[in-house]
């Protein structure tokens, strides 16, 4: 096989994030520490991660990083914009998610990332407001400024390519509508200040009109909408989203394909949630916290296939819940009851309970996104990029074909993606060979 025609990841990588809140600031923070020595990139894919080359006797199980040419940590720059005008330093503390030792060694480097005013509408984020923010005429001013902000940010760091990812606030729920059906009617949109033309979609349009590929990390629909894939398919540039798959969900992801591949029922599945960061507070607000149910939600009925399984997955109960509880900052604490059946329809219980860290979670996420979406872009890959929905909870997909939600087979996506994009043989896992 023929391996893709990949062009080298000489000079600098800029990340543009609007939303430098606790994950952000984690996640640049966290490459610092790995840049001075001073951490491991423990969840890292790029960083940590292998890939199996060949038949399972070959032993060639090289470092995905050592396998496809990747950027490396030192060449990354960051840049952003936040409704808050705190620096990059001031929000870490504020997050509290990191120690103040980690945090007061890098000061100076976290003190120059200074957030750009951000496009706002308290509509889409009710919860909080800040003042660091764009006046404008209208939303097609304001990608223009945007657009404006992303040459300056160019220019001033000397990057040679850029990659943004949304990590702001989620947004309010809205369903895709006639705006958001075809670029024309989107660039009209912008014009007459359409309000269901959210922030996140205007960060996103002006990154894909200048050919800087886009990941959308929170639920609200920003790229996932007809009219900017039709722009990233038109420029040739990557888009991925949506949802960063993390705690709860990343579980689930695990658990509901096991249940299915041993053909047990599932009655009801009671998800809960307990967070106390800027996060938690947002989506205690209804319209985010719908924005986020139906992220959440989506994922056991397009694994179980109710109507493939009617005796084992119809009419399965599905809740989820998350409450803002200030004493737990960033740690969040999930709880999951799951209700299942097995032989002759007798009734079992599963418990999970996961303290986990919503922050630290998410940064080797971003990380592994931002170095994945520049590889794709420089191997020429434009659209949806399908092989990242191992990192999301509500992978975009195009019109009529169902997300594949099950973490194994997304990981084996990715992985054959690679092997595709250097011509590797792709690994099946049929096994014959050893047998023949
Ligand atoms: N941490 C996780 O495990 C996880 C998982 C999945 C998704 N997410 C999503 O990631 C996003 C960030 O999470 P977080 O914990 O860092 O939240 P956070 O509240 O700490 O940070 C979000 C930041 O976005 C800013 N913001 C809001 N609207 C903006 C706009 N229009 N332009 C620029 N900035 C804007 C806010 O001021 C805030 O500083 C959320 O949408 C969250 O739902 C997080």
């Known amino acids: 096989m023929l391996g893709m025609n990949i062009s080298p990841a000489t000079g600098k990588l800029g990340v543009l994030i609007p939303g430098m809140g606790a994950v952000t600031t984690t996640f640049i923070a966290g490459v610092e520490a790995v840049r001075r020595g001073a951490a491991e990139p423990i969840g890292s894919l790029t960083q940590m991660g292998t890939v199996r080359l060949g038949k399972r006797t070959d032993n060639r199980v090289p470092a995905i990083r050592d396998f496809v040419p990747l950027a490396g940590l030192d060449d990354l720059v960051f840049g952003g914009w936040d409704i808050y005008s ?214 056991l009925h397009e694994i179980l296939q109710p109507s493939v399984y009617p005796q084992l997955y119809k009419d399965f109960h599905h809740q989820v819940r998350i409450n803002y509880y200030p004493p737990r900052g960033d740690n969040k604490e999930g709880w999951d009851n799951i209700d299942i059946f097995g032989w002759l329809g007798y009734p079992m219980q599963l418990k999970i309970n996961f303290l986990c860290r919503d922050s630290i979670l998410a940064a080797p996420i971003v990380l592994d996104l931002v170095l994945f979406m520049d590889l794709a872009q420089r191997a020429g890959l434009g659209g949806i990029q399908e092989w990242l929905s191992f990192y999301f909870k509500s992978p975009i997909t195009p019109e009529g074909l169902y997300p594949e939600h099950d973490l194994f087979i997304q990981l084996m996506k990715l992985k054959n993606t690679l092997r595709w994009m250097k011509g590797e043989e792709l690994i099946t896992h049929l096994g014959r060979e050893y047998y023949d």
């Open 86 to 299: 705190d620096n990059c330093y001031e929000a870490a503390v504020h997050s509290g998610v990191l120690e103040r030792p980690l945090l007061d060694s890098q000061k100076e480097f976290l003190s120059s990332i200074k957030p750009m005013p951000a496009v706002f509408d308290q509509d889409y984020v009710k919860r909080i407001n800040g003042p660091n923010v764009k006046k404008y005429a209208n939303k097609c001013v304001a990608a223009e400024m945007i657009g404006e902000d992303i040459r300056r940010f160019k220019a001033d760091t000397g990057a040679d390519r850029l990659v943004m990812i949304w990590i702001g606030s989620c947004e309010a729920f809205r369903t895709p509508s006639e705006v958001h059906s075809t670029l024309a009617k989107f660039e009209q949109g912008l014009k007459n200040n359409d309000p269901l033309i959210a922030p996140s979609m205007i960060y996103a349009y002006a990154a894909l009109k200048q050919g800087i590929s886009s990941i959308n990390g929170s639920p609200n629909l920003s790229n996932d909408i007809p009219a900017l894939q039709e722009l990233a398919r038109r420029n040739n540039v990557p888009i991925a989203g949506k949802d960063f798959k993390t705690g709860q969900t990343l579980v689930k992801t695990v658990i509901a394909p096991m249940l299915k591949s041993r053909l047990l029922g599932l009655s009801g599945w009671f998800s809960t949630n307990i967070l106390g960061n800027r996060d938690g507070e947002v989506l205690d607000e209804p319209e985010s916290f719908k924005t986020k149910e139906e992220s959440k939600l989506s994922v």
